[in-house]
């Protein structure tokens, strides 16, 4: 029995060669891609790019608030700083006149009663102005007092004293006028100075 197959066979497609270029080698798939990303619009890729810039922008926003917000407290706080500043110099001061203290103490040269017997030895008359005592112990006090007998009593009775042991001297004294509402009176100043032998007589 012979059979005879009378349908053509077919032939491989075989794409053509266009101007040297052999087309069945051309990335079709990305071809097609592409020309469909040209064809179609991307809003969805602008929104979320839109989507993106608007939370940097907030973001941006924030720190700006917080950067505002802290520059304001430093502001504040200046004035802080400069208090406690202040504040330490006076704890300085504070120290250093303790320190005085201890020292005057350590070297028993507390003035009191030397204060109590100038007080005590004052006729109601008779004032201070100014009153020092150097690092020798030498005492230097000036004042005023209405008459010359006041300020003899003064001196002899500070001179009694086994605190000065009769060393003070009047240095100087001056009669001047003063006026006070209108009323003129004459008044005698004085620089008494001597030496502080104890500070503590008892």
Request: glycine residues 12%; aromatic residues 10%.
């Given at each position: 029995m012979i059979e005879i197959n009378l349908l053509e066979k077919k032939k491989a497609f075989k794409a053509p060669v266009i101007l040297g270029v052999d087309t069945a080698k051309l990335p079709w798939r990305m071809i097609v891609v592409a020309s469909l990303l040209a064809k179609f619009p991307v809003d969805y890729y602008k929104e979320y790019t839109v989507e993106i810039e608007n939370a940097k922008q907030q973001e941006v926003k924030e720190l700006n608030k917080k950067l505002s917000k802290l520059r304001s407290e430093l502001r504040k706080n200046k004035g802080i700083k400069e208090q406690l500043e202040a504040f330490n110099q006076q704890i300085e001061r504070l120290k250093e006149r303790s320190n005085q203290v201890d020292k005057i103490i350590k070297l028993k040269t507390n003035p009191k009663h030397l204060l109590e017997k100038m007080a005590r030895s004052a006729p109601e008359d008779l004032w201070f102005n100014e009153l020092k005592i150097d690092d020798s112990d030498k005492l230097s006090v000036?004042?005023?007092?209405?008459?010359?007998?006041?300020?003899?009593?003064?001196l002899l009775s500070m001179n009694d004293s086994p605190i000065f042991g009769g060393?003070?001297?009047?240095?100087?004294?001056?009669?001047?006028?003063?006026?006070?509402?209108?009323?003129?009176?004459?008044e005698e100043s004085f620089l008494i100075e001597g030496d502080i032998k104890l500070y503590d007589p008892f």
């Open positions: 000036k004042g005023g007092a209405e008459s010359y007998t006041s300020i003899g009593e003064f060393s003070l001297q009047l240095k100087d004294s001056k009669t001047e006028e003063e006026t006070q509402d209108g009323i003129s009176f004459r």
